[in-house]
């Protein structure tokens, strides 16, 4: 039966008994072997936690690895710089989860002698760390009996209990949180938790749940009444905004300069090429306006050469055009302006620097032009 939005979910005892055991037997026949499932060390579940937000279990894998091998527990995250993290964090994305994960460990170790606390709430204290992230870590590490909600989960506990309206408003969050938390066993928290978010994500999948393959498709509401398709119903459209941009190559001497995107901006504490926002179109619009905006912004007077590479990319709601020039340097000296570091570059030491990605494909051909002399 649907649940009114207002109503709490009326699961009895024996629907909430028949679901756990066959949610569980189900997931110890079916689960992933991941590597960050092959502990339950709470760095580790915090680490992947943090790096499966908005990215593919696939694409997390490799970068989990990498970061692990390289800072082996919290007390090698809170002591590295934050250059080096976002180093290893480069082409992951959402580059604020790295910063908050190192702020956090340093958090860990200054205020809590490098011990994770068990607890929700003080968990929820950490930057980056809320109440899903915070559950995630006391549930999996230390088998505490809370509850998780996390976008596979959503769309399970919805689809599960017949939820019509929109799960991300308050109503629909208040009413799936208290569904993710009368669902729970007494104990096997962990791997209830983990169950609950291998079967969202392999099983009742956003586009075509595989309902004959489901274990608790007795159970669900919107099977039994056809709705699958239909939750959880999605939110207001995203209206997507085109922008238009041009980065540029400035070489002094075979060295490039690179800016440091500063506080308060997109990819804040990585490195780019200085990049700007752009509304000419032809060719000598363009290269008036870049050198006008290099001077004003940067300081440095510069003749803007060819176009090397377009590059189209999203940021959130933008979809940009970024036109990325060469440009040669003619005079003027760098210094720190309203907040960002420069640096002239050579190309072989662009590796060491944290990139964004667009970043980071001009550095190589920038790097193999130069190699090859031209
Ligand atoms: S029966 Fe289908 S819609 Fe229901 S939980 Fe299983 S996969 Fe999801």
Known sequence: MATDCSSEPALDARWKQSFRRRLLTWY???????????SQNPYRVWVSEVMLQQTQVETVKPYFRKFIKAFPSVKRLAAASEQDVLRLWEGLGYYRRARQLHAAAKIIVAEHGGHFPRDVNTLQTLPGIGRYTAGAIASIAFDERVPILETNTIRLLSRLIGYPDDPTKSAGQRLLWQTAEDVLPRKNIALFNQALMELGSLVCTPGSPQCEQCPVAKLCTAYADGSQSAIPRTGRKVNFISVAEAAVLINKQGKLLLRQCP???????????????????????????????????????????????????GVTRHRITLDCYTARYISGRISRRHGTA?????????????????????????????????
């Open 342 to 374: 420069l640096r002239w570059v050579r190309p072989a030491e662009l590796g060491a620097f944290p990139l964004n990605s667009t970043g980071r494909q001009l550095a190589n051909l920038a790097h193999l032009s130069m190699q090859n002399g031209s």
């Open 263 to 313: 506080e308060g901006q997109r990819w804040a504490g990585l490195w780019d090429f200085p990049r700007f926002e752009i509304v000419g179109e032809a060719p000598q619009f363009v290269h008036d306006e870049l050198t006008k905006k290099v001077k004003e912004q940067i300081g440095l007077v510069v003749d803007p050469k060819e176009l090397v590479k377009t590059i189209k990319h």
């Open 28 to 38: 110890d026949r079916h689960q992933r072997d991941l590597p960050w499932r092959r």
